[in-house]
T-cell receptor, first 113, second 112 residues
Framework: GAGVSQTPSNKVTEKGKYVELRCDPI?????LYWYRQSLGQGPEFLIY????????DSGLPNDRFFAVRPEGSVSTLKIQRTERGDSAVYLC???????????FGQGTRLTVV | DAKTTQPNSMESNEEEPVHLPCNHS???????IHWYRQLPSQGPEYVIH???SNVNNRMASLAIAEDRKSSTLILHRATLRDAAVYYC?????????????FGTGTRLTIIP
């Protein structure tokens, strides 16, 4: 079956622009996570959804970052007024339920120029 | 969050067993030990997890010390496809603490 799908795979944007990154989780998975990974580092937690609600958004670095999951399936990570420091690979993962094995997508590589 | 300590890098010969260590001296009673790996240009992939007893699956074995302050991921016969960064992560079973906190992991190189 299909795994976690993230689009686009690559995104180049200019400093100050707004971007949206999309995550299609595995069908039926109620838990969804967003992570950010900089070069040479492990993934850094951003936000976790259980169903439609954000159960833990403690990893969002500032108010330029926002994520939604309106119907409990697809999620969108939104970044306003992008900065060069936002350049990273953004990873999405889903789980059948919270606390179980997480399945990761291939990530979206965001480059802010 | 309880922290884990892993060597930055390890090398192993192809077709030989690999033992990847992890120290977690501040582990709590509700922490599961999870291992994920990340192949080049891929997202992380689940390998195995355990609480107290040793665990085996098709990918690997997990040996957990009796005091749970350390664990070892065992790849029984390394192949070139096992070259990856391996992350040892503690995950609290309590509701609301499901996030995975990754460190920098161990970069495993397989020598043909």
């Amino acid at each position: 079956g299909a795994g976690v799908s993230q689009t686009p795979s690559n995104k180049v944007t200019e400093k100050g622009k707004y971007v949206e990154l999309r995550c299609d989780p595995i069908s039926g998975h109620t838990a969804l996570y967003w992570y950010r990974q900089s070069l040479g580092q492990g993934p850094e937690f951003l936000i976790y959804f259980q169903g439609t609600g954000a159960a833990d958004d403690s990893g969002l670095p500032n108010d330029r970052f926002f994520a939604v999951r309106p119907e409990g399936s697809v999620s969108t990570l939104k970044i306003q007024r992008t900065e060069r420091g936002d350049s990273a690979v953004y990873l999405c993962a889903s789980s059948p339920q919270s606390g179980t094995e997480a399945f990761f997508g291939q990530g979206t590589r965001l480059t802010v120029v | 969050d309880a922290k884990t300590t892993q060597p930055n890098s390890m090398e192993s010969n192809e077709e030989e067993p690999v033992h990847l260590p992890c120290n977690h001296s501040t582990i709590s009673g509700t922490d599961y030990i999870h291992w994920y790996r990340q192949l080049p240009s891929q997202g992380p992939e689940y390998v195995i997890h355990g609480l107290t007893s040793n665990v085996n699956n098709r990918m690997a074995s997990l040996a957990i010390a009796e005091d749970r302050k350390s664990s070892t991921l065992i790849l029984h016969r390394a192949t070139l496809r096992d070259a990856a960064v391996y992350y040892c992560i503690l995950r609290d079973v309590n509701f609301g603490n499901e996030k995975l906190t990754f460190g920098t992991g161990t970069r495993l190189t397989i020598i043909p």
